[in-house]
């Protein structure tokens, strides 16, 4: 498959309550590689095996939840004409100059009519991943820091107007549904997982009266073992652990869900099938939504239909 248009999750950028606790949190434990500190006081991170200058970025606020995510995208011509196509369709889109996010080239940002704000940009700075590109090793020094995901892998959203944020993906962004847990009336849709490329998902959305909600940012890890590894490590600094170590039914995927200090959630994962653009779209019913999400347990836990940030 040609990858075109948008190309994968790009950037995160997530507020905490105590900057310096979240510092230590995402670099000591979660084991990402902070990158920079601008001048507003954000603090930049990467996983370690991403060659791009930053994919999760932390700002100090009153309040936990997720600014915006952002979505990298082919080139800039790119950029433009899906700047264009938003508008056409009906989306209000705004100019971020270039800058305003260290190494990161000028963006178009938007809000779904789920609350959120979206970006795509086409331009960050390649810092690599301190393995050469010639007779590269298959892993660095920076593997052994922490939990160490090898990248941002996905995020869920939940808020109102899943079936507006489904077309615009999937009309407009060229995304794909991949699965669907229906509702219980069986009519509409309660959850989303959609793809641009081959991954099993790029981002899911969950039905939710309250609009903008951060269900969780997903860091990929390379193994099971590294997942339960993540699970040890959560432990040795007394991390809540939410759900897992454990598997999903709705995309196969092995996973642990914790909390941050600010109660932002997030996943460390692993895994999942992999599909094609021309597959059709698989389909859980509401009555099997604990299959979907512990398929071990058959468990629909309270969190996750109720605790975001
Ligand atoms: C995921 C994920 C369900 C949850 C599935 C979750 C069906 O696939 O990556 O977090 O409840
Ligand atoms: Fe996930």
């Not at 900057?19 to 370690?48: N, P």
């Not at 609350?115 to 593997?143: C, D, F, Q």
């Not at 107007?161 to 077309?167: I, P, R, W, Y």
């Not at 653009?277 to 239909?305: A, I, S």
């Amino acid at each position: 498959m040609a990858m075109t248009g948008v190309l994968r999750p790009g950037h995160a950028q997530v507020r905490v309550l105590d900057l310096e606790e979240s510092v230590h949190f995402y670099r000591d434990v979660l084991g990402l590689v902070e990158t920079g500190r601008d001048a507003t006081g954000r603090v930049y991170f990467k996983c370690w095996d991403e060659r791009d200058h930053s994919s999760y970025v932390i700002r100090q606020a009153d309040s936990a939840g997720l600014d915006f995510f952002g979505w990298r995208v082919l080139d800039k011509a790119t950029l433009d004409r899906l700047d264009a196509d938003l508008q056409a369709y009906g989306i209000k889109t705004e100019r971020i100059p270039a800058g305003e996010m260290l190494e990161t080239g000028e963006r178009v940002r938007f809000t779904l009519p789920s609350g959120h704000v979206m970006e795509l940009y086409a331009e960050k700075t390649k810092v690599g991943n301190g393995i050469p590109l010639v007779n590269p090793a298959p892993w660095s020094k920076a593997r052994d820091h922490g939990i160490a995901p090898i990248r941002l892998d996905h995020a869920l959203l939940y808020g109102p107007n899943v079936a507006e944020v489904q077309k615009i993906f999937t009309e407009v962004l060229g995304f794909y549904l991949v699965e669907r847990v229906l509702t219980p009336d069986g009519n509409g849709n309660a959850a989303i997982w959609l793809s641009c490329g081959q991954k099993v998902h790029d981002v899911a959305f969950a039905e939710y009266p309250e609009p903008g909600k951060l269900h969780h940012c997903s860091f990929l890890m390379e193994s099971w073992d590294q997942v339960l590894r993540a699970g040890d490590i959560m432990s040795m600094n007394t991390v809540p652990v939410d759900i897992g170590p454990t598997r999903h039914g709705v995309t196969r995927g092995c996973t642990i869900y914790a909390w941050d200090p600010s109660g932002n959630r997030f996943e460390t994962f692993f895994g999942g099938h992999l599909p094609y653009p021309d597959y059709e779209t698989m389909t859980w019913t509401f009555d099997n939504f604990g299959q979907g999400l512990d398929y071990p347990q058959r468990k629909l836990h309270e969190t996750f239909l109720t605790v975001v940030s």
